[in-house]
């Protein structure tokens, strides 16, 4: 392949190793997609509140986020390639609790577990996922975080099929996930260890070519900044949909749970279209003009979600969910190559953060449900995604294409 102006050369993808730390990248975040998928379940049986419910979420997501920057961070100067399978562990142990658990404190230390594993997970998984990216590391994201995406979309059919009819006992169906993402990961955590002996043999150090110009430290740090804000933005009003639009489809729409969930897997499952495409489509015109688009377009619909008949919320949930994590892969990728020298903790930041915000938007939206109903909720909650519109400010990035 010839150079062009403004491009910059680097290597070959591994797909095989791509794919394989996407199907576990599902796994783990099908494990992580019962936790919403029980809350009707737990709502019912338990006769828990909202903001109960909101805590059991934050209690997830707040350990996930405030420990994948540490676990990042920690990988950037000693990779860890047996922690993958470790993490996993903790999950499946997290998921044994939940299934049995028979007070509300139990349940929260489970899904503290949850939230470990999780944390482990995501940024070694995102190493991986950049040691087999090669030239191809828009795809490589997108191949990894569709396999998340995917894992959370199951949350609405786990919920009809498997937690409705079993109860809470049915979340004991996923330790035979768990059990097969600990395999998995144990394989490709080989492959992880015998990159970087070679990598030591040869006494070269993975370092990341940036496709964005050279910025002064100030200016990384705005970036990062606007960059942080449109994943706010991004992730507290995909938690809202995850976890308690499902009660807005039964209250204003006279949905049962079963039906209510697939609308809700509706927006998640296009949401996981929109990740695979998005990496892609960044590598081909750049990172920032995915973000942009994946920001300007849902707004209006995102604004008209809470006000239309039935037949159009399918039609507007198709479209939210496609645009709005069209960027959910891109943002990662853009955050490493602000700081190209900590790729596990750029990671760990970039998704702990989503995981963070996912954690304080379930608490702050359970309690605005309890406190103002559940319709005042749906319309405050449609205009966050206007805050997304800082991402003018971001630096514009070139193209990156394999060596010849």
Known sequence: MSTTTGTKKIGNPVYPIMFAIGLCHLFNDSLQAVIPAIFPVLEKEMGLTFTQLGFISFALNIVASLLQPVVGFISDKKPMPYALPLGMVSSFVGIAGLAVAPQYWMILVSVIFLGLGSAVFHPEGSRVSFMAAGSKRGLSQSIYQVGGNSGQALAPLISA??????????????????????VILSK???????????????????????????????????????????????????????????????????LTIQKGQAFVFIFLALGAVGTFFGGPMADRMGRKNVILLSVIAPIPFCLMLPYVPLWAVVILLVLIGFFIMLSFSVTVVYAQELVPSKIGTMAGLT??????????????????????????????????????????????????????
């Open 161 to 182: 099929f498997i937690l409705v009819p079993l109860g809470q006992i049915g979340a004991a169906f996923f330790l035979i996930v768990a059990g097969i993402g600990i």
């Open 351 to 404: 998704v702990g953060l989503a995981f963070g915000m996912g954690a304080i938007g379930a608490v702050l939206i359970g309690i605005l449900m309890d406190h103002v109903g559940i319709y005042t909720t749906m319309m405050v909650v449609s205009v966050l995604p206007i805050i997304g519109l800082v991402a003018l400010g971001l630096p514009k990035d070139r193209k990156v294409t394999a060596q010849g």
């Open 188 to 254: 490709i955590s080989l492959w992880y260890k015998k990159q970087l002996e070679q990598e030591s043999l040869s006494k070269k150090k993975r370092t990341l070519l940036s496709s964005l110009p050279a910025l002064t430290k100030k200016q990384v740090g705005i970036a990062l900044t606007l960059l942080l804000i449109v994943i706010f933005a991004r992730s507290f009003y995909v938690t809202n949909m995850t976890n308690f639009y499902i009660f807005h489809l039964m209250e204003n729409y006279g």
